[in-house]
Each structure stands twice: as structure tokens, then as C-alpha cells.
């Protein structure tokens, strides 16, 4: 995955994740409080008329980001084969071009699932405050302000830390999977190009000339039972 698309990426992930943390714990909140009759609230209510199209569109986008791990999980794992191929054919002593190794991982450091959540949690809250504080300016009410995560929900922040960890869980829980992946594949594509590379400078070396060094039974026995040359005669 080229620099500019991965951080693309990356970037669309860390904002749909919020806004989708905010939807779920909003929809469990209600569900939790009013039960089923909350859930149609939720979704066809004159408040929150919004709710259905919004839900709609994160599923979407959720899609789309999960057919795009897909993609990435394909593209290693054909990168995998082809370097796996390639070291095969290296130790059995096939020359060939030496493979460039690319670069499928990102260059940060593997996510941890507690730096996620302590990010995650906070922003997703405080998008429900707000969230809450717009819908009763939209009914005509006075803003609750922090009071929209009181009295009868005042459960709603261990509500909104259930839903980011959940969420939090399954995105270090790909991220991983895919890394561990991608070290596969540069392991492998490392390996047979300092196979092949050994291979190209011993096929690019001069071979050596043959010394033949007699052995003693060739200089001390077959020698002494051969016939002395003729002795040269003057001539008349």
C-alpha cells in the first residue's frame, strides 16, 4: 500500500470510528432505558429522524473499510506466495532476479488496545453530549448540557465505554492480524534475496584454475617403475 493512500486511509478509519461509536451507544442507550419502544424512537422518531440515514451510511462506510482490509489481506497474501515461490527456487539453487522488497506494513508500531480506547472513549462521550444537547435545542427544549449523561442516563458512559471497546477491540485485533501478515511476507522476500544475491556473486566470480598436486603414490611408486627417457646421442 503506497504512503499517501495508507495515511488516507488511516484517516477515514479514525474519524468513522467515533461517529460510529456514537450511533451504537446512542441506540443502546435508548434501548437500555426505553426499551424495544426506545428502539423506534430511535429510528423513526421526529427527533431523531436522523438516526435511520445516518445508520444507513455508517454501515456503509464500515463495509467499504472492511472490503478494504480484504483487499489488503489478498494483496499479502499473494505477496506471500510470490515470496515463498522465490525463496523456494533460491535454496534449490535457482538464479533470478533479486526481488525488491516493498513496504506493506505501516511504519508506526503495532496499535495498543488501551492508547485506542483512552483516545476513543472521551471523543465518542462527548460527541454524545453534544449530540444530546442538539436534539433538545431541535425539540424546543433547553440544552441539558451535562445533565444529558444523568438521571436516567446515568449510565451512559459505561454504555459509550462498552461500545468503544468493542470497537477498539476488533480494529487493534485487524490491525494486528494483517501486520503479522505483512512481517511474513518481508521475511520471506529478505531471505531469498540474500539467497539469490550469495548465488549472483558466486555465478559472477571467475572460477578458480585447477592445480593438480601429485599424490605420493603418483611421485614415488608409478614414477620410479616408468622407463628413464632415451639418453640423447651426439651427433656424427
Do not use: F
Not at 504512503?3 to 468513522?16: K, V, Y
Not at 480506547?117 to 453530549?129: E, G, M, N
Amino acid at each position: 500500500m503506497r504512503g499517501h493512500a495508507r495515511h488516507r486511509w488511516t484517516a477515514a478509519g479514525a474519524a468513522l470510528l467515533p461517529l460510529l461509536g456514537v450511533w451504537l451507544g446512542h441506540t443502546a442507550e435508548y434501548v437500555r432505558v426505553h426499551g424495544p419502544a426506545g428502539l423506534r424512537e430511535e429510528l423513526a422518531g421526529t427527533v431523531h429522524g436522523y438516526m435511520l440515514p445516518a445508520g444507513i451510511l455508517l454501515a456503509l462506510l464500515a463495509a467499504a473499510a472492511g472490503v478494504r482490509c480484504a483487499q489488503v489481506w489478498q494483496e499479502l497474501g499473494r505477496r506471500l506466495h510470490i515470496a515463498r515461490d522465490t525463496l523456494a527456487h533460491a535454496w534449490r539453487g535457482a538464479s533470478g532476479p533479486v526481488p525488491v522488497t516493498p513496504h506493506p506494513l505501516p511504519r508506526s508500531g503495532p496499535l495498543r488496545l488501551s492508547s485506542v480506547l483512552l483516545r476513543l472513549a472521551p471523543l465518542q462521550l462527548a460527541l454524545y453530549v453534544l449530540q444530546e444537547n442538539l436534539e433538545a435545542c431541535r425539540a424546543g427544549l433547553a440544552a441539558p448540557g451535562l445533565g444529558a449523561i444523568g438521571g436516567a442516563h446515568r449510565a451512559a458512559p459505561l454504555v459509550h465505554l462498552l461500545v468503544s471497546a468493542c470497537l477498539t477491540a476488533v480494529v487493534v485485533l485487524l490491525q494486528r492480524v494483517l501486520c503479522r501478515r505483512g512481517r511474513a511476507v518481508l521475511a520471506c522476500q529478505r531471505l531469498a534475496g540474500v539467497l539469490l544475491a550469495a548465488l549472483h556473486r558466486s555465478a559472477a566470480a571467475p572460477p578458480p584454475r585447477p592445480i593438480w598436486i601429485a599424490s605420493p603414490r603418483d611421485r614415488w611408486t608409478l614414477h620410479l617403475l616408468r622407463r628413464p627417457p632415451p639418453a640423447a646421442q651426439p651427433a656424427s
